[in-house]
Structure formats: structure tokens, C-alpha cells
T-cell receptor, first 114, second 111 residues
Framework: NAGVMQNPRHLVRRRGQEARLRCSPM?????VYWYRQLPEEGLKFMVY????????ESGMPKERFSAEFPKEGPSILRIQQVVRGDSAAYFC????????????FGNGTRLTVT | GIQVEQSPPDLILQEGANSTLRCNFS?????LQWFHQNPWGQLINLFY???GTKQNGRLSATTVATERYSLLYISSSQTTDSGVYFC?????????????FGQGTTLQVKP
């Protein structure tokens, strides 16, 4: 199956720890998006990356959050010094050509901050 | 920014019934997609439909871009259709594939 792969599926962190979420896009896709879904809410755009470049990070908090998509390996969403409000489902999606192509989502990482 | 409104917010159907879900958007779009989030949280892309009509089995969708709305039709609903249906758009000025999501319609299909 060449779908979007995210891991871990569930992640529990104590306040102040770091969370690292990984995403491997569909085979052949070089456009990666991260979205966050809070309980009972829709999905909010966080960041859009292509290989080695951040294209649009307008939805990502300025502090504690960072994202990368290196030349080799998966895309990483990193949250430093997590707080309870960071508890959410984080979804990664990929597309073939960015605009004008369907977006395909992974199964998400459910982050719980205790 | 562009606003996306979905209606109804909640819908309960008996198995076998048909339904229409609506998505209104506040500005011109060059990208519109419908997604189904099942009860396990998985997001499935149903349609990429910035304009026109498409059909896939019991599902079909129509987008009237000039009037800024899209409709998702579900016919002969099944319990496996339960979940949340999201409409998502990118405004005409955008060219990145970054989608703005509506709040969703929660569908429950009863046996």
C-alpha cells in the first residue's frame, strides 16, 4: 500500500516534553501538508512543504512548532515543550502537484499531553 | 480569508434513504474537495471537484462555481456511510493546494 504513512498513531507526552510526528507521503508525491484537528472541530491548515522547502507556514504557531521535509526521509512536525492545549489529532496529507490535484491524508497522530 | 459553511451540521438517516449535503463558500475557488472522516478518524478523499459533476458509485457531487456552492449526494445510504463529511476549498488567488475546511456535516445512518 503506497498511501500516506504517519507514525506514531498515538503519542502521549508530559507537559514540557518534545513531540515528533512523522509523515511519509504517497509514492511520487512531493507536496506535504500538515493539519491539526482539535476535538469536535474541523481541520486547520498548519504548514505546506516541498522537498527541503517550507512553502507556507501561515497556520503554524510561531513558537514551539517547526516542520521539515528533508531531501531524504519523512516529513517531521516537531512540537517543543508541549502544553495541554497541543492535544489534538495531527494529520499529514500529500498531493502530486500541489494545486489542482487531490489531497490524500494519512491516518493521523493522536497527541495527548498529560 | 475565504469562508466555508456546510449544512446541515447534523443529519440522521435510516438505512436506504437519500441525502444532500451542501457547501457554500464566500469567494471564487480553483480547488474544491469532499472528504469523509469515518468513525475511526480516517479521512478519505471522495471527490476533487472545482466545477461540474462527478459520480462514484452511490455518491455524486456537483459544484456550481459561479454560484459558490457544492452539493454532495448520497443515495441508498448504508451504515458505513456514517461519519463526518467535510468540504474544503482553496481560493482562486491561491495556487498551493492549501485547503480551508468547513466545519463538516455529521451523518449517522441507522440500520
Amino acid at each position: 500500500n503506497a498511501g500516506v504513512m504517519q507514525n506514531p498513531r498515538h503519542l502521549v507526552r508530559r507537559r514540557g516534553q518534545e513531540a515528533r510526528l512523522r509523515c511519509s507521503p504517497m509514492k511520487g508525491h512531493s507536496h506535504v501538508y500538515w493539519y491539526r484537528q482539535l476535538p469536535e472541530e474541523g481541520l486547520k491548515f498548519m504548514v505546506y512543504l516541498q522537498k527541503e522547502n517550507i512553502i507556507d507556514e501561515s497556520g503554524m504557531p510561531k513558537e514551539r512548532f517547526s516542520a521539515e521535509f528533508p531531501k531524504e526521509g519523512p516529513s517531521i512536525l516537531r512540537i517543543q515543550q508541549v502544553v495541554r492545549g497541543d492535544s489534538a489529532a495531527y494529520f499529514c496529507a500529500s498531493s502530486l502537484s500541489g494545486q489542482n490535484s487531490p489531497l490524500h491524508f494519512g491516518n493521523g497522530t493522536r497527541l495527548t499531553v498529560t | 480569508g475565504i469562508q466555508v459553511e456546510q449544512s446541515p451540521p447534523d443529519l440522521i438517516l435510516q438505512e436506504g434513504a437519500n441525502s444532500t449535503l451542501r457547501c457554500n463558500f464566500s469567494d471564487s475557488v480553483n480547488n474544491l474537495q469532499w472528504f469523509h472522516q469515518n468513525p475511526w478518524g480516517q479521512l478519505i478523499n471522495l471527490f476533487y471537484i472545482p466545477s461540474g459533476t462527478k459520480q462514484n458509485g452511490r455518491l455524486s457531487a456537483t459544484t456550481v462555481a459561479t454560484e459558490r456552492y457544492s452539493l454532495l449526494y448520497i443515495s441508498s445510504s448504508q451504515t458505513t456511510d456514517s461519519g463526518v463529511y467535510f468540504c474544503a476549498v482553496e481560493g482562486w488567488a491561491g495556487n498551493t493546494g492549501k485547503l480551508i475546511f468547513g466545519q463538516g456535516t455529521t451523518l449517522q445512518v441507522k440500520p
